[in-house]
């Protein structure tokens, strides 16, 4: 793995026990990224006044009332979260402790312990990202762009997002209480979740039912994804089949050169996405090397909680006109995230450049809008591969997914007429 490694996750999206980004490695010192050596002398009037820093530390050991309260650790964890939080990057750039950075590597092995929720902190409120397939969060029909008010009675307005964390963690087979609010109902539950241990499938296909069409979903970008999705789409074309269904539904995001080499086994050519770095340079991420579905038939589904890496596929698709977007605007992960590892073990996670869809769009902070707008009603059960297996054509129509109902039917369109689909 490169010393520097390009990161894609929401950055305060965290725990095993609340899935958190891929870590992204090793990253350069900052002294040099900043373009000095290590050891050279500070600039004239850079840096925090650390002697003010630690006038106040003295007043608040000294001084301070709760005496239970007066601790290093917290106190150092809180000088750190404020320094990046000041940023004003909310969502992204973050300091992550040791005990998440440690949960990151256990992800990167594709097996973890939790509860499957992707979270980050946004307009004041921890905010679901996404639940991840497979975990008692989906399960429970948890979904993008509720807000978590409380664990196990606990509020958490008062919280940073590593302390939520904290107090969603625990031990496999253990109960944590959820108090959930849905923005779009105004209505609150309480949501008992019990941690499980979680494999990670990140790629998976099935033929959908009475169809000539794939149903491929991509859950996140871990690696190895991409060599994952050219495989399934080379047994696609084996299988005769005449159209994909790329779902990229609750997809959170994950290494960059994996979105990259993903949006590059549809494209024939062009850039997937452009870099801009914090003196407004230019850099262009091209397609890869040609992959097996460059011309097949296919519609792309998104939602909120389609995010980061997921957002680059999209765009790239979407400003090529190769696929139709259906579903809803998407999260709106906007930045290239690098991992400054601390001396403890901790890392701070930091927003270094902006990415932008090849033909120049924003995304940070605004999101993919769909091509064709479809909502979905509250208690709408995702269809996925895993549970299109056994499934009739019956079955399928009968289902309350009305974004694959409705992408099903632009690719029967797309298949009789190939100028009938909208692009935007």
């Not at 993008?144 to 919280?159: C, F, H, M, S, T």
């Not at 959170?252 to 770095?277: N, R, W």
Request: negative net charge.
């Amino acid at each position: 793995m490169s010393r520097r490694t390009k990161r894609l996750w929401m950055a305060a999206a965290v725990a095993a026990a609340v899935a958190i980004s891929f870590l992204g490695g090793a990253a350069a010192d900052r002294a040099f990224r900043a373009g000095r050596a290590p050891g050279d002398p500070p600039v004239q009037g850079e840096g925090p006044n650390f002697s003010l820093i630690r006038q106040a530390w003295d007043i608040i050991n000294l001084e301070y009332v709760d005496r239970s309260a007066v601790s290093s650790k917290p106190l150092t964890t809180g000088a750190i979260t404020g320094m990046v939080d000041s940023l004003g990057d909310t969502g992204h750039s973050a300091y992550l402790t040791r005990s998440m950075v440690e949960e990151e590597r256990s992800l990167m092995s594709g097996e973890y312990v939790g509860v499957g929720l992707e979270i980050t902190e946004k307009n004041d409120h921890v905010v679901i990202v996404a639940p991840l397939d497979g975990s008692p969060a989906i399960r429970a029909g948890l979904r993008a762009g509720e807000q978590i008010l409380k664990v196990n009675g606990r509020g958490v307005a008062d919280l940073d997002i590593g302390q939520v964390v904290d107090l969603i963690v625990g031990p496999a087979g253990s109960i944590v209480v959820l108090s959930i609010f849905d923005p779009a109902t105004s209505s609150t539950v309480e949501v008992p979740l019990r941690r499980a241990h979680i494999r990670i499938d990140n790629v998976s296909w099935q033929p959908v039912p009475g169809m000539p069409f794939a149903d491929l979903r991509v859950a996140a970008f871990g690696a190895g994804v991409a060599k994952e999705v050219r495989s399934a789409l080379q047994q696609i074309e084996a299988a005769k089949l005449k159209g994909i269904l790329l779902d990229l539904r609750n997809n959170p995001g994950g290494e960059l050169v994996e979105a990259v080499a993903v949006a590059s086994q549809f494209l024939s050519g062009g850039d997937v996405l452009l870099e801009k770095d914090a003196k407004g340079g230019i850099s262009h991420d091209a397609v890869r090397q040609r992959g097996p579905a460059t011309a097949l038939p296919l519609v792309v589904l998104i939602n909120e909680g389609t995010a980061s890496g997921a957002e680059i596929v999209a765009g790239a698709l979407q400003d090529a006109r190769r696929a139709p977007l259906l579903g809803e605007t998407t999260f709106g992960t906007g930045t290239v995230l690098e991992n400054f590892p601390l001396s403890d073990g901790s890392a701070v996670l930091l927003a270094v450049r902006e990415w932008l869809t090849p033909a120049g769009r924003t995304i940070w902070h605004k999101g993919i809008i769909p091509d064709t707008r479809v909502l979905l009603s509250a208690d709408a059960a995702l269809v996925t591969p895993d549970t299109l297996k056994g499934m009739t054509r019956e079955e399928l129509a009968a289902t309350t997914d009305a974004q694959v109902k409705k992408a099903l039917e632009a690719l029967r369109a797309e298949v009789a007429s190939p100028s009938a689909l909208p692009h935007h």
